[in-house]
């Protein structure tokens, strides 16, 4: 198989540069490569530029060189039409064109960093360049005036970002809430191993405990925190201020309460102060009515009742709409950034 892989950036540029890998590299070019000095390029040195014209002798001027690996670098007329020439002609030795590896080159790297299979196969998808296509296709109709439609497919890439950040990075979800409500119980529940502290004794937990697993196939970073109280000794507040700046950083926040005990106006005014959280309501065993609490997820970390519900609302918020099989994510800043220079509103003008 013959893989054209483009080094250089899709659209119009001053020099395209394509690599031909695959065992037949040489020999399919060199059946349209026509070297100034004559010479075949098999027997060309490798890893000189050397100079000729593409498809017949009086062609296009391009530089061609011989990779020691046995690939074939083609440098030619920058601009999509002298690249598809390229493609077209050596597609008829089954040639494929495979990625714009400039932009797909972060997705190869960070693969090494994938948490998850799922995380992965997205990555995947991005090094056989779903990207490139979704920004190629972009473009094209940029360039033939339908803008609006544009501008949704540039929207939808760049919602995407946060999902692409997290691809090699877990998300941050911190579990907060009043003393003895269960945090660290419930983060015991959703490991399936001991990793925090559970004590009966209120205040225990002083300090923030992180373990990181899957939910649904994404990194999650949970971090249990110091209750959430009034009082308690110097180290205990201190702990409660880390608590707060976590929050503050966290991509979602669960807030636990306990069902057993009754609602207080600190627990409503925590509510209120962190309206994006998500409320759970733990002790489902021993209390089931909600009465006049905000709507919440119940549950009970020790009997493990409606953990389910709570990592299925964990992942809904985390990642609302999943990708599909094949679907571009970018996954860097300069990649958003690519993005969001394909079209601009003052190019209408
Ligand atoms: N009945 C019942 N007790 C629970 C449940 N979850 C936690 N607890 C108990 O509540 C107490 C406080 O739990 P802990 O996880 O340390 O609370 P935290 O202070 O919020 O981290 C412990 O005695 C736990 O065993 C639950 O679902 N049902
Ligand atoms: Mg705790």
């Not at 075949?40 to 296009?60: K, M, N, S």
């Not at 540039?154 to 691809?167: M, N, Q």
């Not at 249990?224 to 009082?231: F, P, S, Y």
């Not at 549950?299 to 299925?312: E, F, T, V």
Request: charged residues 25%; negative net charge; contains cysteine.
């Amino acid at each position: 198989m013959l893989q054209i892989i483009q080094q250089t950036p899709p659209g119009r540029g001053a020099v395209a540069t394509l690599r031909i890998e695959g065992p037949d590299a040489v020999r399919a070019v060199d059946a349209r490569f026509f070297a100034r000095n004559g010479r075949p390029l098999a027997e060309q040195p490798t890893d000189r530029p050397i100079l000729g014209h593409f498809g017949d002798p009086q062609g296009e001027e391009v530089v061609v060189r011989r990779c020691e690996d046995g690939a074939v670098e083609w440098h030619g007329h920058g601009g999509s039409a002298a690249v598809a020439r390229i493609e077209q002609s050596l597609a008829d030795a089954g040639a494929r064109r495979v990625a714009w590896r400039t932009q797909a080159a972060p997705a190869a790297v960070a693969l090494a960093d994938a948490p998850t299979l799922r995380t992965a196969s997205i990555l995947l998808d991005q090094w056989h360049g779903a990207l490139e296509r979704e920004c190629e296709r972009i473009r094209l109709e940029v360039a033939s005036g339908r803008v609006e439609w544009a501008r949704r497919r540039i929207d939808a890439l760049l919602a995407r970002a946060a999902l692409g950040r997290h691809l090699t990075q877990p998300w941050q979800v911190v579990v907060a809430g009043p003393v003895n409500a269960g945090k660290s119980s419930l983060i015991n529940a959703l490991v399936g191993f001991e990793r925090t502290i559970v004590h009966p004794t209120p205040g225990t937990t002083r300090d923030a405990v992180t373990v990181t697993t899957a939910v649904d196939g994404w990194p999650v970073e949970w971090c249990d925190t110091a209750g959430l109280r009034e009082g308690g000794d110097a180290t205990e507040q201190a702990g409660i201020v880390r608590a707060q700046e976590r929050l503050v950083r966290a991509d979602l926040i669960l807030l636990v309460f306990d069902l057993a005990a009754p609602w207080s106006t600190e627990d409503q005014s925590l509510v209120e102060r962190w309206p994006d959280a998500l409320v759970v309501y733990n002790k489902y065993d021993r209390a089931t009515s909600l009465d006049d609490r905000p709507p919440g997820i119940r549950l009970s970390a020790l009997r493990g009742d409606g953990l389910s519900d709570l990592l299925a609302a964990v992942s809904g918020r985390l990642v609302p709409e999943p990708p599909a099989p094949g679907e571009a994510v970018p996954i860097n800043d300069d990649q958003l950034a690519a993005i969001q220079s394909i079209w601009t509103p003052s190019q209408t003008a």
